[in-house]
């Protein structure tokens, strides 16, 4: 085993754990990363399946995610933007396809205007509650223990309205069902994009990507990392000093499979449901024991299609599909950059998604593309790749795409999930307010860790003076 000593320990190369280690390094402090994958990105995946290069993880980005777009910008990446010329379609009440041109549903004319009545209500909640510690506003409590299922039918009686508003947030964000997290959680989700406007529109939300894939941006960061990244490396053991002030440097000792580093600092930039895999010593403090067992992941299958044409294209269609009672509830043109084969991708959500994990791999691509057949006819059943993203079975993820809170967890934890256990800090998508459960989060929490640490540390030189080794 190799032992060596830096300033500061990174858990997990994703774009957090990433950021912040760039960060640091570009301070002058010595870094390294210790990530359990053989490669890096976490839950951000470029690969080429069967000749198709796919984004098996994230990828879209939006106006609002200045973070990630200075990043990008200055990791030299270009955007481009996602395909949405032509009609849609929304399978109506009775699962029957209607096309329909901008943001609205072309449903009955109450039905639309309860939905913009919801949209309305969730508007001013996300704005008047913000991103930032929605624990801590007055109606917390009220909103947090009360399933989103629940208030949006105390709040309309009209179910088509309510299905398409819960569909954004349940199956579309937190890939949860809407009975399962509260109100005020899907409150952070919307305000965390600017709006509950924001997150309905999907011109806005799911905007652009990254020439050439979302993972680059960490592949990007661990070139300038280089050999302080180290791969093939989960953190077993993490060694902390007691009695240290919360956020102040101590003796961290970070014990992974072929190296151990000792460091004053250790940044955990693992999803939250991910904390309890690595042994501490001593035990975390009774609140971080309690607070991590109400973080849980979703889950959504990802599906990739992909054609030899774009042929929904040629009908005047832009692939953009909706129906929150079928089993794939959203379909999107995907095509990659200046790709001449058409792309889809598709997704199957929550209790759906258990439900044809049940079947054989067979079973389950012929239901999946029979539902986008529902929306697209017939040529959706025969894409020449099909890939399904399975990220429930990865063992350094477990789900998709994101941790979030159960019901009630959000104001009874919420306030305490950032505050550092002596030297160890938490960094994740899955803990920040503008950005939330996206890659953007996960670089601002990144920034904001690094950040954190410089300050703590006073100026970085003295703090590499004090720890006794030049900076890189
Ligand atoms: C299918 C899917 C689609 C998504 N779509 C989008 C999208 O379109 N736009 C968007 O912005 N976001 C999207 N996201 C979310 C986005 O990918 C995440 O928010 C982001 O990757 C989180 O970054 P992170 O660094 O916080 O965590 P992660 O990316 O999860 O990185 C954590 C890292 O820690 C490692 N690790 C875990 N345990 C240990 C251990 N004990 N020791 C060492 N290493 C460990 C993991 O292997 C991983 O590499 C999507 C996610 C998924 C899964």
Redesign the pocket.
Known sequence: MQSIERDVVV???????LTAAHRLRQAGLRVAV????DR?????WTDTIDGAMLE??????SPD?TA?IALLDELGLRTFARYREGENIYLDAEGRPVRYCGETFPTSERTRAEMDKLIALLDELAAEIGPHEPWAHPRARELDTVSFHHWLRANSDDEEACANIGLFIAGGMLTKPAHAFSALQAILMAASAGSFSNLVDEDFI?DKRVVGG?QQVSERLAEKLGDDVFLG????TLHWPEGEEAGAPGRVRAV?DGVAVDARFAVL???PN?YS??SYVPPLPRRQHQMHQHQSLGL?I?VHAVYDTPFWREEGLSGTCFGAGALVQEIYDNTNFEDPRGTLVAFVADEKADAVFELSAAERKAAILSSMAGYLGEKALNPVVYYE?D?GSEE??RG???ASYDLGGLHRYGKDQLTPVGPILF????LAAE?Y??????VR??EDTARRILDALGSPATATAASGAPAH
Do not use: C, F
């Open positions: 858990v997990g190369a994703g774009p957090s754990g210790l990530e359990a994958r890096v990105g976490g839950r951000t098996i993880g994230g990828q879209w980005v995610q990630l799911l979302m490396n989960p953190v077993r992974a930039a693992v999803p991910l895999r690595i959504v990802k993203s990220w350094w993820t998709a795409y994101a960094s994740s998508s899955d950005g459960q996206h890659v953007d989060g996960a929490m990144g």
